[in-house]
């Protein structure tokens, strides 16, 4: 006998029904649980406020004296006169100062003894090694023209040795070397245009004192006229180390 089932009875039927049915409730449960807020009671403070009383400061009204407005100004009515002028005024003419090819030159004609000329001596510089006549250190005035020159030059030495000092301040310092003088020795025979090249401006200065220390010469000669004769001294500053 062939068992005849039920439609209405059928238990699978709306299975898949209840299925999405109830995933759907699970999946709502679960987001009102992940969504759900606590809180800690301790963090809730319950407190009692009071209410005071709200205290109104009377502000005192101040009347401020304002000053009143100044008059509106006065209009001065002027009065005006006319006065026929009567005075006649020169009108000053200017002239042209511009010449032009009807204007005349004066006849005066320059002759070439009106001109004055003046001779102006040059005092020419003329080097010690080929000037006629050196400058004449004094004590050197005996001798030939070589026989000064030579004076001329051991007297300068000697002059340098026996006026010579080293600068404390450069031994200090440990500053030594050769300083270069040159000067001119002018038509009257003074020692004049004094200048040097050294290591050191301290020495430069020692040196400097030592050539202004020369006496008077006999001005150098050429053609017989006094001429400006330059020079060149080499100084030495070296010290001896102990």
């Not at 006998?1 to 999405?20: Q, V």
């Not at 205290?55 to 100004?73: G, H, K, Q, S």
């Not at 026929?84 to 004609?109: F, G, L, M, P, R």
């Amino acid at each position: 006998m062939e068992t005849k089932k039920n439609p209405d009875l059928e238990i699978g039927r709306n299975s898949s029904f209840y299925f999405a049915l109830g995933l759907a409730i699970m999946l709502f449960v679960s987001w009102q649980l992940l969504e759900y807020k606590t809180y800690d009671k301790s963090d809730v403070a319950i407190d009692i406020v009071n209410m005071d009383e709200v205290f109104e400061e009377e502000i005192p009204i101040v009347n401020v004296n304002t000053p009143p407005p100044p008059p509106p100004p006065i209009a001065i009515q002027e009065s005006i006169q006319i006065v026929e002028d009567v005075t006649e005024i020169e009108e000053t003419i200017i002239e042209s100062t511009e010449t032009n090819q009807t204007d005349k030159i004066a006849d005066k004609v320059i002759s070439v003894s009106d001109v004055a000329i003046e001779e102006v001596e040059e005092e020419a510089e003329v080097p010690f090694s080929v000037i006629e006549d050196v400058p004449v250190f004094p004590g050197c005035e005996k001798g030939s023209k070589e026989q000064k020159r030579a004076c001329f030059q051991q007297k300068m030495e000697e002059h340098v040795a026996k006026n010579f000092r080293y600068p404390e301040q450069a031994l200090d310092l440990g500053i030594q070397g050769k300083v270069f003088v040159v000067f001119v020795i002018d038509t009257k025979g003074y020692v004049s245009g004094i200048r040097s090249r050294g290591p050191d401006k301290i020495l430069e200065a020692e040196a400097e004192r030592i050539i202004k220390l020369l006496p008077k010469m006999i001005p150098g000669k050429q053609r017989g006229k006094p001429v400006k004769v330059p020079y060149s001294v080499p100084i030495v500053f070296k010290y001896m180390a102990s």
